[in-house]
T-cell receptor, first 115, second 113 residues
């Protein structure tokens, strides 16, 4: 399975600012996924990032709030823009290297607190 | 749309007790099914998976069988340990172009000595 390096691991940010989260994979992958895990809750998919094309956002998530970059097959960033306390969550990136038969690998997550 | 339903927690057990965490799903196609575990303060780890009906996934003493007739994928372990205390997530992925995971709400397991 792939190894994912995600950073920062945690941050405390002021409301109204933006934070960019980075996800680096040790192998080339077609799809990278960004999830949000709000406190005490399950994971919700934000968007799917494919290299060379616009990210595909799930219902309730928009590009202006969560812009995503995918410059190559091993790297992606998620920006949380104009943050409010409601954005306090764990953000995780994920990849699937085996067309879902191998299971998905997750980064260790970014714990974001907005004050 | 596709969805996953898990039993609510927390589930509290004594060490060496039997564990069952129920998981049922709805899907339009033939999904792959997964159990993920999240230990305190850590990220998500794949525990086991099954890709077709009647497949049994197993790992670390945990098992789950893909039951198409009952659309279920219950997680079981015969004898839990304190170190099994974690949150367990059931998830599915359709074998379509999206490959995205859909998660259940998670079940917190607390095992007491």
């Amino acid at each position: 399975s792939a190894v994912i390096s995600q950073k920062p691991s945690r941050d405390i940010c002021q409301r109204g600012t933006s934070l960019t989260i980075q996800c680096q994979v040790d192998s080339q992958v077609t799809m990278m996924f960004w999830y949000r895990q709000q406190p005490g809750q399950s994971l919700t998919l934000i968007a799917t990032a494919n290299q060379g094309s616009e990210a595909t956002y799930e219902s309730g998530f928009v590009i202006d709030k969560f812009p995503i970059s995918r410059p190559n097959l091993t790297f992606s960033t998620l920006t949380v823009s104009n943050m409010s306390p409601e954005d306090s969550s764990i953000y995780l990136c994920s990849v699937d290297v085996g067309e879902s038969n191998y299971g998905y690998t997750f980064g260790s997550g970014t714990r974001l607190t907005v004050v | 749309g596709d969805s996953v339903t898990q039993m609510e927690g927390p589930v509290t057990l004594s060490e060496e007790a039997c564990l069952t965490i129920n998981c049922t799903y709805t899907a339009t196609g033939y999904p792959s099914l997964f159990w993920y575990v999240q230990y305190p303060g850590e990220g998500l780890q794949l525990l086991l998976k099954a890709t077709k009906a009647d497949d049994k996934g197993s790992n670390k003493g945990f098992e789950a069988t893909y039951r198409k007739e009952t659309t279920s994928f219950h997680l079981e372990k015969g004898s839990v340990q304190v170190s099994d205390s974690a949150v367990y997530f059931c998830a599915l992925s359709e074998m379509d172009s999206s490959y995205k995971l859909i998660f259940g709400s998670g079940t917190r397991l607390l095992v007491r000595p």
